[in-house]
């Protein structure tokens, strides 16, 4: 059974930073790309960041120059610093991994809260 878990989510000022990590267990199978998505109350889930196996990596563009995300391979851990927060990052993030076989696990969310 494959396991994300999440932590480094909280309340923050904005113009604050926080960063979220996000941890991969029990896959019989290699992980390989990971991401980072959101859904604020009353909003679809949304893409924010995505990283490959190589390193490769997408943005949200609403988060483009304030967000980076990144991966410890070996840990099978994707990070994500998120600098300069503003009050419409606030939502619920989630990560994801993607195994050999294309199959998408979940973790359960963790709450950012920007907010003075």
């Known amino acids: 059974q494959v396991q994300l878990v999440e932590s480094g989510g909280g309340l923050v000022q904005p113009g604050g930073s926080l960063r979220l990590s996000c941890a991969a267990s029990?896959?019989?199978?290699?992980?390989?790309?990971m991401g980072w998505y959101r859904q604020a109350p009353g909003k679809q889930r949304g893409l924010v960041a995505r990283i490959s196996t190589s390193g490769s990596t997408n943005y949200a563009d609403s988060v483009k120059g304030r967000f980076t995300i990144s991966r410890d391979n070996a840990k099978n851990t994707v990070y994500l610093q998120m600098n300069n927060l503003k009050p419409e990052d606030t939502a619920v993030y989630y990560c994801n991994a993607y195994n050999s076989l294309g199959y998408v696990h979940w973790g359960q969310g963790t709450q950012v809260t920007v907010s003075s």
């Open positions: 029990g896959s019989r199978l290699s992980i390989n790309a």
